[in-house]
């Protein structure tokens, strides 16, 4: 007690100083965890078609063991004057004639160290298309939306498609 009282006569505003202090200690703690929590993309999302705004495809996204995560087709819908192929019929190998429910369309996507509701480095494959292209995904805010774009080289030379997270 004597010690404190002595401190706050040599330094007024000691009391202030501490409560600042932690304060600040409580601030910078609180910001630092938030930080290193990154939203999860593990679930099932249904892609919309981005021409013409219909349910194209179900999809699971699961987190792999080398903390990166990927993506396989559970179901295609057909769509009006178009019935999709249950093949892979022009991709690469190993996809070639694979069965696209059951397809691994996306791998390799690992959390933006600038911004943790990105996932950015991956590949996504398009089935109908046989084309594999660069990937990156970012999650709304409220965790419910993807938006996922395919690229080719740089992110601009590509396209996006908005997946919601099934409810």
């Known amino acids: 007690m004597r010690s404190t009282l002595k401190l706050k006569q040599v330094f007024p505003s000691f009391q202030s100083l501490c409560g600042t202090?932690?304060?600040?200690?409580?601030?910078?703690?609180n910001y630092s965890h938030a930080a290193v929590i990154s939203p999860d993309i593990s679930g099932v999302w249904h892609s919309i078609d981005d021409k013409t705004g219909l349910e194209k495809s179900i999809i699971r996204i699961n987190k792999t063991n080398n903390d990166t995560y990927g993506g396989t087709v559970l179901k295609v819908f057909a769509q009006p004057g178009y019935k999709p192929e249950e093949t892979c019929i022009d991709c690469p190998a190993p996809f070639t004639n694979k069965?696209?429910?059951?397809?691994?369309?996306?791998?390799?996507?690992?959390t933006d160290a600038d911004d943790n509701s990105a996932f950015v480095g991956g590949k996504i494959l398009d089935p109908l298309s046989g084309h594999i292209y660069?990937?990156?995904?970012?999650?709304?805010?409220?965790?419910k939306q993807l938006n996922v774009r395919g690229f080719i080289g740089i992110s601009l030379l590509g396209r996006s498609q908005i997946w919601k997270r099934e409810e």
């Open 21 to 29: 202090l932690l304060l600040g200690t409580a601030l910078l703690a």
């Open 99 to 110: 069965p696209i429910a059951g397809l691994n369309i996306l791998w390799g996507l690992k």
């Open 134 to 143: 660069r990937a990156k995904i970012k999650i709304s805010p409220d965790g």
